[in-house]
């Protein structure tokens, strides 16, 4: 069985907890997961019907259903309507490696957030140059924007970038060559620590 990251982690962006994300994740997008029944639902996470956590996952569940509906019910142009599906192409059109069990969860850092996260790392140093601080992301290790992983992530922000521009004529929209010099973070499970946190510098070429 293979848990299904992009829609565990758009599950628990919604207000679903880990747990329960992870399990309606499972061999499912969000499609399969609003087509399930109430008793479905109730047998996936295990709680009864009666809980007030299954009230609100539940709550989850329909809104997503509805605003799914309302958006399709509006005039959109032909390249958004290409790509206004659960999941993107990714998982009908070729394999998704975040989807595999043995790949870790990655997940792209937004610049304004790259120097806190990258903190305990003790990577601000002084500019040669300036003698300003300056985050050293050039010491993390890289990995290249061909790798398979950051193409589905790159994928995937870009087709959310679509869906803002056709929603919005004043959307700004990503410049070309956006993804380089970013920093991704890599969530491993371990058996010794739990979780194992790593960043990776997303680079062009060697």
């Known amino acids: ?35 399930l029944s109430i008793d479905e639902v109730a047998n996936v996470v295990s709680l009864s019907k009666d809980d007030d956590k299954f009230s609100s996952l539940m709550d989850v569940i329909r809104e ?25 192409p990714l998982g009908l059109t070729k394999f998704n490696v975040l989807n595999h069990e043995m790949v870790p969860h990655q ?59 056709a929603a919005d004529p004043e959307h700004v929209p990503l410049p070309a060559g956006w993804l380089a010099d970013r920093v991704i973070r890599v969530n491993r499970q371990s058996l010794s620590a739990g979780v194992s946190v790593a960043y990776r510098l997303i680079v062009e070429g060697n």
């Open 1 to 35: 069985m293979v848990v299904k990251s992009a829609t565990k982690k758009r599950l628990m962006e919604l207000g679903v907890d880990e747990e329960y994300a992870h399990k309606l994740a499972t061999d499912r997008n969000m499609a399969d997961i609003k087509q």
């Open 64 to 88: 997503v259903g509805a605003t799914r509906r309302k958006r399709r019910s509006k005039k959109i142009t032909i390249n958004a309507k290409a790509v206004d599906e659960d999941d993107f």
């Open 107 to 165: 997940e792209l850092i937004g610049e304004d957030e790259e120097e806190e996260a990258l903190e305990p790392w003790g990577l601000v140093v002084e500019d040669e140059e300036t003698g300003e601080p300056r985050l050293a992301k050039e010491l993390l290790p890289k990995i290249l924007i061909t790798d398979p992983v950051i193409q589905v992530i790159k994928e995937t922000r870009e087709k959310e970038d679509m869906l803002l521009a």
